[in-house]
């Protein structure tokens, strides 16, 4: 029986987590807080999170739905990556499990407490790629990194990742949100480094 190994004898010495950072990326042990204002101050008991006209949750309810523990890499647009981040949160495809939108190939807009806006193709957000996320490191996430709720898409720049966030509207077209309307690439794909109209 020949066994066929085409490293041996040339084992190169790995590059540690080279094959997880994005191209123009550094490493990072902390967690930057980057945030375009000040924090909001969600009020719980009044406090939904929206699916269209369609649905809604309050905070109770929320937390009852079923959840997930996503330990994922994310990539900022101001060049740091974070490696196995974790977190408990609601995937979005629970989210719009039955509705019409779920396997449509149009756009949503996640809005936010204090104003806040990102696009994202609703491809982005299905797929088991995508959760509305409120603990971080087995604890509830804190205000500054979006608690009580944050967006969590960590496959695209984390600009993507609203913070603070109340609901999902839907579109035909693809609408800029707060950053992508002031120049940053609409889709924002780390790996092809999409930073900006254009790349
Ligand atoms: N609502 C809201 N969400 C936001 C932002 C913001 O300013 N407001 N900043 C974005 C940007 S540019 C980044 S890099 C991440 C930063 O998340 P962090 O502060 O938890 O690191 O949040 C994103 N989500
Ligand atoms: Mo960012």
Not at 18 to 32: A, I, M, S, V
């Amino acid at each position: 029986m020949a066994i066929i190994n085409r490293g041996f004898g040339r084992r190169r010495p790995e590059r540690p987590d080279g094959h997880r950072l994005p191209p123009g990326q550094y490493l990072t042990h902390d967690f930057p807080v980057l945030s375009a204002g000040p924090t909001p101050h969600a009020d719980l008991p009044t406090w939904t999170f929206a699916v269209g006209d369609e649905r809604s949750w309050t905070w109770e309810e929320f937390l009852a739905l079923p959840a997930e523990e996503p330990t994922v890499d994310i990539h900022c647009v101001t060049s740091w990556s974070k490696l196995d981040t974790s977190w408990k949160g609601v995937s979005v495809d629970t989210l719009l499990a039955g509705l019409e939108v779920e396997q449509s190939d149009g756009f949503a807009t996640a809005y936010c407490d204090g104003g806040y806006t990102t696009n994202l193709a609703l491809a982005d957000l299905t797929g088991g790629k995508a959760w509305v996320a409120y603990e971080y490191d087995g604890e509830p996430l804190p205000p500054e990194h979006g608690g009580p709720a944050r967006l969590l898409v960590p496959h695209l720049y984390f600009w993507k990742s609203a913070k603070w966030v109340r609901g999902l509207r839907f579109h035909e077209e693809d609408e800029p949100g707060f950053w992508e309307g002031l120049g940053y690439h609409d889709r924002g794909d780390p790996w092809r480094e999409q930073r900006y109209q254009g790349d």
